[in-house]
């Protein structure tokens, strides 16, 4: 398993931009699949994107199709998500998430798919 700890929430106008990192301490960073989750009080968690170990497979949720980008260093063993044209709707807690393989994106899309979660970071977007 890998630990992963996320940064770069905060507070920020509807429109605006933020650009999430998670970085991820533990072995084999580049033989994981990676994902972007997210929970509002007193709703589910839910998908935002996901990104295969090679990075050559993307997958988002359509909430946030256009505006969102899922991107990994495999150097730095960090994983990030560029969020632009912020909605309110988009504030909640946002969570990066890890699991060996698969092959593509698309099949890690639920939180049973991934293993090991970090700890959260709040993401505040105001009208």
């Known amino acids: 398993q890998v630990q992963l700890v996320e940064s770069g929430g905060g507070l920020v106008q509807a429109g605006g931009s933020l650009r999430l990192s998670c970085a991820a301490s533990g072995r084999a960073f580049s033989s994981y699949g990676l994902g972007w989750f997210r929970q509002a009080p007193g709703k589910e968690r839910e998908f935002v994107a996901a990104i295969s170990w090679s990075g050559g497979s993307t997958h988002y949720a359509d909430s946030v199709k256009g505006r969102f980008t899922i991107s990994r260093d495999n150097a730095k063993s960090t994983v990030y998500l560029q969020m632009s044209s912020l909605k309110p709707e988009d504030t909640a807690v946002y969570y990066c998430?890890?699991?060996?393989?698969?092959?593509?994106?698309?099949?890690?899309?639920?939180?049973?798919?991934?293993?090991?979660w970090g700890q959260g970071t709040q993401v505040t977007v105001s009208s």
């Open positions: 998430a890890a699991e060996r393989g698969p092959a593509t994106a698309q099949a890690l899309s639920v939180p049973g798919d991934f293993g090991s």
